[in-house]
Structure formats: C-alpha cells, structure tokens
C-alpha cells in the first residue's frame, strides 16, 4: 500500500502540468482576454518570436503583466491558456 501510493505520488509530480490543463476554458480564456489587443494572427505569422513551450509561457506572463488583461487569473488558468495556445497554435513539446 505504501509503495503504490509513493508511486502514485512521484509519478504526479513527474508528470507535466499541461496534462491537467483545461484547453477548454483556456479557450474561454483566451478569447475573452486576448482576442480584445489582438487576433489570432500574431501567432500564425511567418516572423512569429515564439518558437517553443516556456517561450509561449514567457508571453502569456508578459501579456498578463503588460496589459493587466487576466489580472485575475489564478496559476492554473494561466497554465490553461498556454495549452490551449500550444494545441491551437504553436505545438510545441515541453
């Protein structure tokens, strides 16, 4: 018993937090926040600056920090946000 729950413990802090992500309400998100400085353009372009997963987190703090937009946004629905970028967008591995 005690070594499956020493298991079951290593192996959720081992485990990516995108996992837990909810791409759904990251989309929720993103669209009610986001989408007013900026379309979806920006992460589509040929010359895009972001090129993989902690860069992507670095622009949505950026953003967050900048703008004030989602001021209110607790840890994980930042994390939320990122995933449902990565998905849409970027598709970077973390």
Same mark, same amino acid.
């Given at each position: 018993?005690?070594? %499956?729950? /020493?298991?079951?413990?290593?192996?959720?802090?081992?485990?990516?937090?995108? %996992?837990?992500? =909810? @791409?759904?309400?990251? &989309?929720?998100? /993103? =669209?009610?926040?986001?989408?007013?400085? /900026?379309?979806?353009?920006? *992460?589509?372009?040929?010359?895009?600056?972001?090129?993989?997963?902690?860069?992507?987190?670095? &622009?949505? @703090?950026?953003?967050?920090?900048?703008?004030?937009?989602?001021?209110?946004?607790?840890?994980?629905? &930042?994390?939320?946000?990122?995933? *449902?970028?990565?998905?849409?967008? *970027? /598709?970077?591995?973390?």
């Amino acid at each position: 018993m005690k070594i %499956t729950l /020493h298991l079951t413990l290593l192996l959720a802090i081992a485990t990516p937090m995108t %996992t837990w992500a =909810d @791409s759904e309400n990251g &989309q929720e998100l /993103h =669209d009610t926040d986001c989408l007013g400085c /900026h379309g979806t353009e920006v *992460y589509t372009r040929e010359n895009r600056t972001i090129n993989d997963f902690f860069g992507l987190k670095r &622009q949505v @703090s950026m953003c967050i920090t900048v703008t004030g937009k989602g001021a209110d946004w607790f840890p994980e629905d &930042q994390a939320d946000v990122v995933e *449902y970028m990565n998905q849409s967008f *970027y /598709h970077t591995k973390e």
